[in-house]
Nanobody, 122 residues
Framework: VQLQASGGGLVQAGGSLRLSCAASGHTPLSYAVGWFRQAPGKEREFVAGLNWSATRPYYADFVNGRFTISRDSAKTTIYLQMNSLKPDDTAIYYC????????????????WGQGTLVTVSS
């Protein structure tokens, strides 16, 4: 399974972006989905996740209320609304189907898509 992220771009600090994540053919998503990011020179890290029924979002501590993960009513697209962006949020953002162990261990499976670049200028 491969999901594709889109919606990245260049934004000033304090600005907002909404990322989208969908499977090819916009097939319904029947699994948990996580957003991850990889900044230059750093390892990929978990950002946010949504369980398969879209009832339980989970966020990394650094999000601190700035991001919201959601799913559309057709269950084909996962969104990541990012507000109050900081230069430290600059990274390539990826989404992936996940298995979840407990509430905190989001394990992506399948292959990574291309990701979408988010650049936050100061």
């Amino acid at each position: 399974v491969q999901l594709q992220a889109s919606g990245g771009g260049l934004v000033q600090a304090g600005g907002s972006l909404r990322l989208s994540c969908a499977a090819s053919g916009h097939t319904p998503l029947s699994y948990a989905v996580g957003w991850f990011r990889q900044a230059p020179g750093k390892e990929r890290e978990f950002v946010a996740g949504l369980n398969w029924s879209a009832t339980r979002p989970y966020y990394a501590d650094f999000v601190n209320g700035r991001f919201t993960i959601s799913r559309d009513s057709a269950k084909t697209t996962i969104y990541l609304q990012m507000n109050s962006l900081k230069p430290d949020d600059t990274a390539i953002y990826y989404c992936a189907p996940c298995s979840v162990v407990g509430d905190r261990d989001w394990r992506p499976f399948g292959s990574w898509g291309q990701g979408t670049l988010v650049t936050v200028s100061s």
